[in-house]
């Protein structure tokens, strides 16, 4: 047993079958002691009590199946991948694996009979298990009574759910209880007054990380499924303190560095909105009125702006820039896709052009004469707006004079590309950070998660805009939906049509797409139309949108990259195939590339039967609603803040255990707690950021 003092430190090494191999993984997670292991908590849990049977599996159900190995094969297509096919004699269905052994293959020879645990997704031949968890048994074997509730962890490549399992085990049995104290006081501990036994205190946490750890049979499942069991909660305003704290100390840390003041140019401003057809709205001038008056100060800016889709951030951020511009100081724009970095770059040239102002484009995938060419341009300070992707970071660009750093659709990057970007200047200055996003963020995240960033919202829509329609029809109706993009057409509007992706299968869902384009320029021959997807290169891409842009192309197939930020207000009719695949934050984006202009706009959700109960919940929203802010509020109660911000797949999820709607209810707690401990007991401060941020705590350097 472990005593206090080097309970933090006792080295992963120490964990059976914990190489440094393994540790390199863990420590890319946060996870660099023992300690870490037992707060490395579960994403869901799993109840194994009960083998279903195939034919009953549902799309995105979590399903044990038992059945016998009737296919093994090795698949070589874009991924070289183990296919095998169980049956059960309800039903078939396959497992992939991506990443196996020799001896795996060898395992599953046809008869041999399995018992697998896994998500069901649907792939090209019917439904998949993708890297399930799998055991060889004997028909008939009982269903192990430790499997009672099975926990689900947050992992990255080549970490199996079994060895989390192991690894949490033997970390449990190397620490006490003695090390693992609440960190919160009784005086900031949070009160339920709905519910006495909820308000005993909590002083060690080891038994309750046990309990989420390895659930007992007799616990109430009902709670801990929902999160409400009262030692979770617990938890969780330990985790949401600790992530206000540690956003706190790291804006103190960054507020205090200097950073250029920009005093207000008002004539090139006035310059600028003359040349424009339109005039601001309320929202974006009371907007951008809280941004000068940011960056007027010799400290950084740090703003979050969100503002609706459509409801035109763009400009604001033209703006603000050009502040910054008249002024010899350069400014960055990262966007996450390179469409959008590309449609950027024409805006901006246009709207700058007349100013005699240099906008330079860079992103990763450009010949190497003219990427050194752009580099150039942009050490210079010849550019004086610098467009791009994640490229906009790599060590081998150099800025002169960097002066903001605006960052479009910010649940793309984390926080690690804002501080990448903030010290690219050499004079030791400080770089204003402007990001931009669509996605409402909830009370609960802007106190906790964007606590180090000042909040801007646009809540009005430019005047004259006509709400989307949108209607939902199965796939069976497929020809009236051509026949209907035919019309549209043929009256001078243009159409999106978007073939979906499934994360898995990025190049599927291209030929996807490219087969669409081919059956949908045979059936209409007379259309003009035009594909783009991932897999074009950056001039094809740029080439196709400019065309669909121009006016030329009538008809646009396209993947999801179209998804963000793409602005043709001529197009007024959107096809989205398949939309039961996609979360609402990711619809309401897509949809929000048309109703741009003033005509009267129709979005098709054109589903394929049967549709699972979740998918059809989605697309009933969809339907009913254009707010973004509902539906953001809707998509993160269905899909949970991981997945709709972007950031479960980087294995480093928003919150581990805390619940943006379920704890909403403390936030008022949480922030006084926080900042009462961030003022009196910075040593519980530091703590608090090590045990629930320890990223976090690279960074900030506590
Ligand atoms: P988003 O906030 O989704 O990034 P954009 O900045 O792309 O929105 O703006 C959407 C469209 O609205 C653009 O065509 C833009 O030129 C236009 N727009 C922006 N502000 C106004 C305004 N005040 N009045 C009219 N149109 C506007
Ligand atoms: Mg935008």
């Given at each position: 047993m472990a005593n206090n003092q080097n309970a933090n430190t006792l080295?992963?090494?120490?964990?059976?079958?914990?190489g440094p191999a393994i540790a390199d993984k863990l420590t890319a997670l946060g996870i660099s002691s023992a300690m870490d292991l037992l707060f490395h908590l579960p994403l869901k849990y799993q109840d194994r009590t009960q083998v279903q049977a195939i034919a009953a599996i549902q799309n995105g159900g979590s399903a044990v199946i038992e059945g016998e190995v009737r296919a093994c094969d090795v698949v070589f297509g874009k991924r070289r991948s183990l296919l095998c096919k169980i049956q059960d004699g309800t039903g078939t269905i396959t497992l992939r694996f991506f990443h196996f052994s020799a001896a795996q293959k060898s395992n599953l020879v046809s008869g041999q009979w399995i018992r697998c645990y896994g998500e069901a997704s649907l792939g090209r031949g019917g439904l998949e298990l993708i890297h399930p968890e799998y055991k060889l048994i004997t028909p008939g074997d009982p269903l192990p009574t430790a499997d009672y509730l099975t926990a689900i962890y947050p992992t990255t490549e080549g970490v199996s759910q079994t060895r989390w399992r192991n690894y949490i085990s033997a970390a449990f049995k190397l620490l006490d209880a003695s090390t693992v104290p609440s960190l919160i006081s009784d005086k900031y501990a949070y009160r339920d007054n709905s519910n006495d036994s909820f308000n005993k205190t909590v002083n060690n946490l080891y038994s309750t990380l046990y309990l989420l750890h390895f659930p007992p049979p007799d616990i109430d499942l009902d709670l801990i499924f929902q999160g409400l069991h009262p030692l979770q909660r617990h938890l969780a305003f330990e985790e949401l303190v600790a992530q206000r704290i540690s956003h706190l100390v790291l804006r103190q840390h960054a507020k205090v560095e200097p950073a250029i003041a920009i005093s207000h140019n008002k004539n090139i401003e006035a310059k600028f909105l003359k040349q424009l057809p339109f005039s601001l709205t309320n929202a974006q001038k009371k907007v951008l009125q809280e941004i000068e008056n940011d960056i007027a100060i010799p400290s950084p800016m740090m703003r979050l702006l969100q503002g609706d889709v459509g409801s035109g951030k763009t400009i604001v951020a033209a703006i603000a820039a050009l502040q910054f511009i008249s002024q010899n100081q350069q400014v960055v724009i990262m966007a996450p896709t390179e469409i959008l970095a590309e449609q950027h770059l024409q805006t901006f040239s246009e709207w700058f052009a007349p100013l005699n102002i240099t906008v330079s484009l860079l992103v990763s995938k450009l010949p190497a004469a003219e990427k050194r060419q752009r580099l150039e341009v942009i050490a210079s300070g010849e550019a004086k707006l610098v467009i791009g992707t994640h490229a906009l970071i790599q060590d081998t660009v150099q800025y002169n004079n960097l002066g903001m750093i605006i960052i479009d659709e910010?649940?793309?990057?984390g926080v690690d590309q804002r501080r990448a970007l903030k010290n690219k200047r050499d004079d030791g200055l400080s770089v204003h950070q402007l990001v931009m996003t669509a996605t409402p963020i909830p009370r609960t995240l802007a106190m906790t998660f964007y606590a180090d960033l000042d909040y801007s919202v646009i809540d009005e829509l430019p005047p004259g805009r006509t709400p989307v329609e949108t209607v939902a029809l199965s796939n069976d109706r497929r020809m009236e939906v051509i026949e209907r993009v035919n019309n549209a057409c043929r009256e001078g509007r243009q159409v999106y049509w978007i073939c979906t992706l499934i994360e898995e299968s990025e190049d599927l869902q291209c030929q996807a797409a490219e087969t669409t384009a081919e059956e949908l320029s045979a059936l209409l021959p007379d259309l003009h139309i035009g594909l783009v997807h991932g897999r074009l290169k950056s001039k094809q891409k740029q080439t196709v949108m400019s065309h669909f842009s121009g006016g030329d192309i009538q008809l646009l197939v396209a993947t999801t990259v179209v998804e963000v930020g793409v602005n043709v207000p001529n197009a007024s009719l959107m096809i989205i195939e398949n939309p039961e695949r996609l979360g609402l934050s990711q619809l309401h984006q897509l949809r929000g590339r048309v109703g741009r202009g003033s005509i009267k706009s129709h979005c098709l959700l054109m589903y394929q039967k049967p549709l699972s109960l979740k998918g059809k919940q989605r697309i009933e929203i969809m339907r009913a609603t254009n707010d973004g802010f509902k539906l953001a509020q809707q998509d993160l109660q269905m899909r949970g803040p991981g997945q709709v911000l972007g950031t479960r797949q980087s294995g480093a999820a928003v919150f581990r255990l805390a619940d943006l709607d379920r704890d909403s209810d403390m936030i008022d707690a949480v922030v006084q707690a926080s900042d009462g401990i961030c003022a009196e007991t910075p040593n519980i401060a530091n703590a608090l950021i090590h045990r629930w941020c320890p990223l976090a705590a690279n960074y900030i350097d506590v």
């Open positions: 080295s992963l090494t120490k964990i059976p079958g914990v910010q649940h793309r990057f």
